[in-house]
């Protein structure tokens, strides 16, 4: 291990002075392991006490991704060498070819070990952790040549991620002031650094009940719905995508008692007329749930004010609590959705989807959150695949979710209660084959509701 670090150290690959980082900070050592691929030799012996890192664990191992970018020639390297297959995340989804997010050949619940250069909080293996996971794959252990001991070990490992480290910041200092590369005051002022700089950890976590933030909203449906969400002891929502209305009454009867939320398509019903949605609005009193118009409303404000207003959905007839709409026209949208959505009720914004390929990509997600945090008193939530905003008044809720199927024909990819609610803190559920395809679909939303409230509870008893 001598070997390497003096080699890292002599291609320049470790270095020492002042160095202005990202972040702002100046920092007197910094890690350019980019500089690794001129070096074919030096690659290849860090293939190689990486993969002889990788045995020691005796872990299953069924294919690799480097994170990207600077991880991508050690995956590589491994990969070509002891013949693991490897998978590539892209760090952005082009709008055009496949659209994929992950290139290379994707099989469902195979183990995915990823491949990092320099870890320190652990955040971009998070994120490509999330990817993979999204696509089916399990991801529970990653491996990096070089540890800074910042925090990425524990903050992994509470993402259920084990980090094999190769080499640690303080073995690195050892080593070169043992073969006097440095001089131990460096070592010393370096030390110091990292234990006096090491930056917050940023955990994915649940801060708050649902109870204790019913009582901080301002918006008076989001604050029924958390606490029935409480009260009820159910984060499930019912997708109900059935054909006819008369079918939507009946099961939607069958599994009120355990849900929070009904979210309907009444553009998907032949037969749907004010009477129907009068009976939804009975049935919502019945058993405490939450109706929630799937509209997705997307075009300009005038727009979407006449499609509120004049629709053969009657949705002036107040049946509906929420309303969903895209971000893609911008605030427009919310400010025209104010100006018709009864007080008191509100607006969902689709941040995120479940489905292959879309393209609601970072900085779109990163606006639709701007946009949903900016009007916190009309904008209840947003539909997402994890959690994406820590305002307590913004209410995660994920769709396709279920417990025995990962994806459809059609590109819908599914995930179960555990990752979405305790591994990704969203707040709610949505589930629709599961419950309505079910042969007893009651006893199916049962399931559901006491898989994903036991996930919410262990997540706070978590922090």
């Known amino acids: 291990m001598d070997d390497l670090v003096v080699s890292l150290f002599e291609v320049e690959a470790v270095k020492f002075g002042s160095f202005r980082l990202k972040s702002g900070v100046d920092s007197p050592i910094y890690f350019d392991l980019r500089v690794i691929v001129s070096y074919p030799s030096l690659l290849v012996q860090v293939g190689e006490v990486m993969w002889n890192a990788i045995e020691k664990q005796k872990i299953t191992v069924n294919c690799l991704c480097g994170v990207p970018y600077a991880a991508l020639p050690f995956a590589t390297c491994i990969s070509t060498s002891h013949d693991v297959p490897m998978v590539m995340r892209r760090?952005?989804?082009?709008?055009?070819?496949?659209?994929?997010?992950?290139?290379?050949?994707?099989?469902?619940?195979?183990?995915?070990?990823?491949?990092?250069?320099?870890?320190?909080?652990?955040?971009?293996?998070?994120?490509?952790?999330?990817?993979?996971r999204a696509e089916g794959m399990v991801v529970e252990n990653a491996i990096v040549l070089l540890n800074r001991d910042q925090g990425g070990t524990e903050n992994?490992?509470?993402?259920?991620?084990?980090?094999?480290?190769?080499?640690?910041?303080?073995?690195?200092?050892?080593?070169?002031?043992k073969h006097e590369k440095i001089k131990p005051s460096i070592a010393q002022e370096v030390t110091h650094y990292i234990s006096g700089s090491t930056p917050p950890i940023r955990k994915i976590q649940r801060p708050y009940s649902y109870k204790q933030r019913a009582s901080v909203v301002s918006n008076p449906t989001a604050s029924r719905l958390l606490t029935l969400m409480d009260e009820k002891r159910t984060n499930l929502a019912f997708?109900?995508?059935?054909?006819?209305?008369?079918?939507?009454?009946?099961?939607?009867?069958?599994?009120g008692p355990h849900i929070c939320l009904l979210k309907t398509h009444v553009d998907i019903l032949p037969d749907f007329t004010l009477d129907v949605a009068k009976q939804l609005k009975s049935l919502a009193k019945k058993h405490a749930f939450v109706i929630m118009e799937d509209r997705k409303f997307s075009d300009i404000g005038n727009t979407c004010k006449l499609q509120y207003n004049y629709s053969h959905y009657h949705m002036q007839e107040?049946?509906?609590?929420?309303?969903?709409?895209?971000?893609?026209?911008?605030?427009?949208?919310?400010?025209?959705?104010r100006e018709v959505v009864p007080e008191g009720s509100g607006c969902v914004l689709v941040a995120e989807m479940s489905s292959e390929g879309n393209l609601a990509i970072s900085d779109y997600v990163q606006s639709a959150v701007k946009m949903a945090e900016a009007n916190k008193d009309f904008v209840v939530g947003v539909v997402c695949q994890k959690k994406l905003s820590d305002e307590p008044e913004i209410i995660h809720m994920t769709p396709g979710v279920n417990i025995v199927d990962t994806s459809d024909a059609l590109g819908q990819q599914y995930n179960s209660p555990e990752?979405?609610?305790?591994?990704r803190f969203s707040d709610v559920?949505?589930?629709?084959?599961?419950?309505?395809?079910?042969?007893?679909?009651?006893?199916?939303?049962?399931l559901y509701k006491e898989k994903a409230f036991q996930e919410y509870m262990k997540s706070l008893q978590d922090q």
């Open 429 to 446: 559920v949505i589930v629709g084959r599961g419950i309505y395809q079910a042969t007893d679909p009651s006893q199916n939303a049962e």
């Open 239 to 255: 997708s109900a995508d059935v054909p006819t209305s008369k079918e939507l009454i009946r099961i939607v009867d069958e599994v």
């Open 419 to 423: 990752q979405v609610v305790g591994k």
């Open 91 to 132: 760090k952005e989804v082009k709008a055009h070819g496949t659209k994929r997010a992950v290139e290379g050949k994707v099989n469902e619940k195979e183990k995915c070990l990823i491949v990092e250069d320099v870890v320190s909080t652990g955040g971009s293996i998070l994120e490509t952790a999330e990817v993979l």
């Open 318 to 337: 107040e049946w509906a609590d929420l309303v969903t709409a895209h971000a893609l026209p911008g605030p427009g949208v919310i400010k025209a959705l």
């Open 156 to 177: 992994l490992q509470g993402q259920g991620i084990q980090l094999i480290s190769v080499l640690s910041i303080h073995e690195v200092l050892d080593i070169l002031v």
